[in-house]
């Protein structure tokens, strides 16, 4: 049997919907992070990645124990790799350093609302307005 023009129409949007959210949820959580990542995202984690390692994941800061390209603290790394990647105790590969780095940069990106904000947070810890410290001025500068 097949239905008049008119129910087709209609049953299209319909159909397209839950085709779109088959596919969604069936795609890997890489790729949906990606599709929610804020504009700018990739260019500004290569930017971290410059400042804080010469892009290198192999970076240790001997004064502070910070490691890996986007120089991440130990004492935050479980918590991170734990809600970004699924577990605390995860390796800081470079893979799961990238997955950790978009989550939190993002996550902050929502919450700050400028990713020179977010480069400063980076650098501090800190959500301030203004008020920045020379040093972090010029951080967010080499950032940005």
Known sequence: MRL????????TPVVATLLIAVVVSAAPADVAAAARAPLGLSRFKTAVGSVE?????????????????????????????RQYVGSASARPTPRNQERVASGKMSSLYRWL?????????????????????????????RVM
Do not use: M
């Open 113 to 141: 609302g400028s990713w020179r904000r977010v480069a400063y947070w980076w650098l501090t810890g800190s959500s301030k307005r203004s008020g920045w410290s020379a040093p972090a001025r010029r951080y967010v500068e």
């Open 53 to 81: 390692s010469g892009g290198r994941y192999d970076a240790r800061n001997p004064r502070t124990g910070a490691y890996g390209k986007y120089q991440i603290l130990p004492s935050n790394w479980p918590s991170w790799a």
């Open 4 to 11: 008049p023009a008119a129910s087709r129409r209609a049953a």
